[in-house]
């Protein structure tokens, strides 16, 4: 234990706040609350601690903490530093998870629509529906059954819609609003529960066309209730009431907790939320942490109600979400807490077994590939690669693996800034320098081994920035390819030699899903960027010289570096102007001099 943080835990308060953790970057890694900080802090360096805790406790070099007034601020101050920090061992929640509702529009001529941003307009919302499956498929229902209108905007003549009798025309025929309003009586009454009585209504329509020998109604009404009880009598878990409630349990082990949501609406079990997460903390206060941010800061709509298990602090709940919380303690409502706890306790088994599965999997990939290549155990692997676009402006990407899964925080773009023209050597050696100056520069971690997408001619370039102008000694790979662009060979020493790896082994689906990566965010960069218009030649900031000027100066002299370094009388042989060759050259020749003295200031 590093003497800074032993003084700290010496002085800390019994009282209630939050801690944040920080690595040796200052980077904050953790934060957490206590009902009492001088416990909670300090069980995190004394006593046992699982393997996952351990690798937290051995990135902390810093911690700093706030004292709150309450346990209700410290759960506040909590989610706010979660949110603001996004550190990297707290859990992860989607910010950007919504939902989706049926909507009946407020136009003249309604529709039945689904969609996921709720407006202050005249529109009626029904749901939400966390599953967008079921939203559709109850969509499809109604419109079988409900004629409203269906296209986004009037046409000039009845559709398919009108002759399979679900929709009544108003393109052709008049429709009144008191028919509209009729059908969204309907629809609302159906969406609020009342779909037993719409089936009954339809089993009499049913019987009477079949008593009046209408045969092919009959058979249309009875598919219609047949549709009803397959999309909305599937789920047979439901309240006697028609209040709308979120129903929570969790399960916790090994340092992992599940948490699952039961959605009900009008009474009826619609959907469920399932989140599997690491967790640091006391379990009831990440759970209680857990539900704040779920409403809070990833805007889940409120429910009327929110039922949670005894041990949760139903009290602190209700103070912070502004809801009516209830731990029921019996009845149905107890059976369905019962249950959402069951439910994560399952998730958690099976969760353990898919990390059990595939960490062995993962981590004896990264193992084999060691030993092929006679090195330590590569837990941090760093590759590149390099895209053009028709030849030009290119670009590199790097991604990072540790432990054999992808770190996407830790990915890097490089738009390259020296080369002129498709030079993969010089992009490639490049790339390298800038990356592992900045990593040495700012004492970041090293890779234990790098791959580039390539062959000897990358990989020389790659080792001779990193041997002759860093003196860094990392292992580095070449990533070649086959005809068909698929991973082809592992090249590896000095001279590169190909790697004997068994196709079907595990260590080479490594390094085809890292090759597969690289590749995938290095194109996705420069699909990006040319879809902004952001790549483009130093010749198109130039007043006067448009794409067709830009062609005729690139197909002649092949670079702006040879444009840079010809002179006026060459570029007017072209039949461009003088004003604008002299525009052109004055404008190169300032760009290369700020590049100069950027580099010589770095």
Known sequence: MQDNIREKLAVLPAQPGCYIMKDKHGTVIYVGKSKVLKNRVRSYFTGANDAKTQRLVQEIVDFEYIVTSSEMEALILEMNLIKKYDPKYNVLLKDDKSYPYLKITGE???????????????????????????????????????????????????????????????????????????????????????????????????????????????????????????????????????????????????????????????????????????????????????????????????????????????????????LDVHIPMRGRKKELVELAMKNAQIALEEKFSLIERDEERTIKAVEELGEKLHIETPHRIEAFDNSNIQGTDPVSAMVVFIDGRPEKKEYRKYKIRDVEGPDDYETMR???????????????????????????????????????????????????????????ELLYGDPPQVVEMDRQSQEFYLIQRVQDEVHRFAISFHRQLRGKGVIQSELDQIPGVGEKRRRLLLRHFHSVQKIRESSVEDITKLGIPANVANTMLNHLREKEAEKELEQEEE
């Open 430 to 488: 490049e790339v390298i320098r800038r990356r592992y100056k900045r990593v040495v520069k700012d004492g970041l971690p090293l890779p234990d081994l790098i791959f580039v997408d390539g062959g000897k001619g990358q990989m020389s370039a790659a080792m001779e920035v990193l041997e002759n102008e860093l003196g860094l000694d990392i292992p580095l790979c070449g990533l070649a390819k086959d005809e068909k662009h698929r991973t082809s």
């Open 108 to 322: 003249k001529h309604p529709r039945l629509i689904v969609t996921r941003k709720v407006k202050k307009d005249k529109g009626k919302y029904f749901g939400p529906y966390p599953n967008v499956i079921a939203a559709r498929e109850t969509k499809r229902l109604l419109d079988r059954l409900y004629p409203l209108r269906k296209c986004n905007t009037m046409p000039d003549r009845v559709c398919l819609y009108y002759h399979m009798h679900q929709c009544l025309g108003p393109c052709e025929y008049k429709v009144t609003d008191e028919q509209n309003r009729d059908i969204v009586n309907e629809i609302t009454r159906f969406l609020n529960g009342g779909h037993k009585e719409i089936k009954q209504d339809l089993k009499d329509k049913m019987q009477k066309a079949s008593e009046e020998l209408e045969f092919e109604r009959a058979k249309e009404l009875r598919d219609q209730i047949q549709h009803i009880e397959s999309v909305m009598e599937q789920q047979k878990m439901t309240l006697n009431d028609q209040v709308n409630r979120d129903i929570f349990g969790y399960a916790y082990d090994k340092g992992w907790m599940c948490v699952q949501v039961f959605f009900i609406r009008q009474g009826k079990l619609i959907e469920r939320d399932v989140s599997v997460f690491p967790f640091f903390d006391d379990a009831e206060e990440t759970f209680l942490s857990f539900i704040g941010r779920f409403y809070l800061h990833q805007n889940h709509p409120k429910p009327k109600q929110v039922l949670v298990p005894v041990g949760a602090d139903k009290d602190m709940l209700k103070e912070l979400l502004e």
